[in-house]
């Protein structure tokens, strides 16, 4: 059964204070691995996909990074506006999984100005 | 915008009724997912379809079922409901080729 673990469950920092998530997961084939971010109330935000151990995908202050066996998400100078929850899923390869998402519970990201 | 479609955004019914939640995918993409979100267990997969047919099943109970039309909008159905019913009900879209789903605003689903 794939599996995904992300942690800190909650973070705070300071804005400008450099930080990193970590997901950590168990699949039996990955196809891919993704990062979401979610306001509370909405829905999941797409950011970024990675496919193979190595990878790295940047969008502003968001840059992703993959291994075998767990992805970061590096913020770089965090602002208040990237307040909000991380969520890191993974997609396995097996045709009876279809092409269901795995989510992690998420860390709670808080930016204070 | 995901570009993904919800209704209703809320629902309040009381236990042991039904309800329908709706989702239009994205222009042009063929599968729909639906996911659950509770407090307690995070965001859980319950069904995908493709193209009007069923293509995978997550831990859905048997209360619940789903379908997809011709014109790809995809309906939830949630019967004899309890208050662990409960929470966020997400529909999610992706086109052929592309494995990032985008995902609708959500129904909140409240069982009194």
């Known amino acids: 059964e794939d599996q995904v673990t992300q942690s800190p469950e909650a973070l705070r920092l300071q804005e400008g204070e450099s930080s990193s998530l970590n997901c950590s997961y168990t699949v039996s084939g990955l196809r891919g691995l993704f990062w979401y971010r979610q306001d509370p109330g909405k829905g999941p935000e797409f950011l970024f996909t990675l496919y193979s151990a190595g990878e790295e995908k940047e969008k502003e202050r968001l840059k992703a990074t993959l291994t075998k066996k767990e992805s970061f998400l590096h913020i770089t100078a965090p602002k208040p506006e990237d307040s909000a929850t991380y969520l890191c899923?993974?997609?396995?390869?097996?045709?009876?999984?279809?092409?269901?998402?795995?989510f992690g519970e998420g860390t709670q990201l808080t930016v204070n100005p | 915008d995901s570009g993904v479609t919800q209704t209703p955004k809320h629902l309040i019914t009381a236990t042991g009724q039904r309800v329908t939640l709706r989702c239009s995918p994205r222009s042009g993409d063929l599968s729909v997912y639906w996911y659950q979100q509770s407090l307690d267990q995070g965001l859980q997969f319950l069904i995908q379809y493709y193209n009007g047919e069923e293509r995978a099943k997550g831990n859905i109970l048997e209360r619940f079922s789903a379908q997809q039309f011709p014109d790809l909008h995809s309906e939830l159905n949630l019967s004899s409901l309890e208050l662990g019913d409960s929470a966020l009900y997400f529909c999610a879209s992706n086109r052929d080729g592309f494995y990032e789903q985008y995902f609708g605003p959500g129904t909140r689903l409240t069982v009194t």
């Open positions: 899923a993974v997609q396995d390869r097996r045709e009876t999984s279809g092409s269901r998402l795995t």
